[in-house]
Antibody
Framework: QVQLQESGPGLVKPSETLSLTCTVS????????WSWIRQPPGKGLEWIGY???????NYNPSLKSRVTMSVDKSRNQFSLRLSSVTAADTAVYYC??????????????WGQGTLVTVSS | DIVMTQSPDSLAVSLGERATISCKSS????????????LAWYQQKPGQPPKLLIY???TREFGVPDRFSGSGSGTDFTLTISSLQAEDVAVFYC?????????FGPGTKVDTK
């Protein structure tokens, strides 16, 4: 079955760029919508944005100026870059795949998540 | 942004008893062109990612026990656990996917009494 695995640095310095990769195994990245969602320690879930495998993106306006999502079909990977990070960006970051291939739908497949701490 | 609220913040229910969680949205999640409510429910246990339970407000995800059910339309929704089992202890979130950003409720913690 399809599995997702997030990877990237667990510690990022303030003002630097957070970069994470989600590797998709057991299925193709093509044909699907992909999302990043984060969860500060002990808090609730925040939707960061989504990307369709072939192009369109949609980011949370609260993060839009700092977020970039991309897809590498050759590597079956989905990536997140978040610039100018502060301590408020400390969170577990999850990548996920939507239920439907045709349009807005909830994420049904999730990675285990990776904790990113912003600290000097 | 659509604001999602949940009540209660937490509840404790005896094993085998019913648990009911409410979720309200600041605007309607009903799309008349396809007659669907763009509302999902998730269960999250400590150290795990959220697990999708219910989508389109009332459709159970494959493999989810039938003691979990979702209901409601428009702006008011409910998740019901008909007979709480020990393994159901978790935090439950609702999420709207009607319009971006696809916001989540703050969560409801369910525990056993």
């Amino acid at each position: 079955q399809v599995q997702l695995q997030e990877s990237g640095p667990g510690l990022v310095k303030p003002s630097e760029t957070l970069s994470l990769t989600c590797t998709v195994s057991g299925g193709s990245i093509s044909g699907h919508f992909w999302s990043w969602i984060r969860q500060p320690p002990g808090k609730g879930l925040e939707w960061i944005g989504y990307k369709y495998y072939s192009g369109s993106t949609n980011y949370n306006p609260s993060l839009k100026s700092r977020v970039t999502m991309s897809v590498d079909k050759s590597r079956n990977q989905f990536s997140l870059r978040l610039s100018s990070v502060t301590a408020a960006d400390t969170a577990v970051y999850y990548c996920s795949r939507w239920l439907d291939i045709s349009g807005p739908s909830p994420p049904t497949i999730w990675g285990q998540g990776t904790l990113v701490t912003v600290s000097s | 942004d659509i604001v999602m609220t949940q009540s209660p913040d937490s509840l404790a229910v005896s094993l085998g008893e019913r648990a009911t969680i409410s979720c309200k949205s600041s605007q309607s999640l009903f799309y008349s062109s396809n007659n669907k409510n763009y509302l999902a429910w998730y269960q999250q246990k400590p150290g795990q990612p959220p697990k999708l339970l219910i989508y389109w407000a009332s459709t159970r995800e494959f493999g989810v026990p039938d003691r979990f059910s979702g209901s409601g339309s428009g702006t008011d929704f409910t998740l019901t656990i008909s007979s709480l089992q020990a393994e159901d202890v978790a935090v439950f979130y609702c999420q709207q996917y009607y319009s971006s950003p696809f916001t989540f409720g703050p969560g409801t913690k369910v525990d056993t009494k």
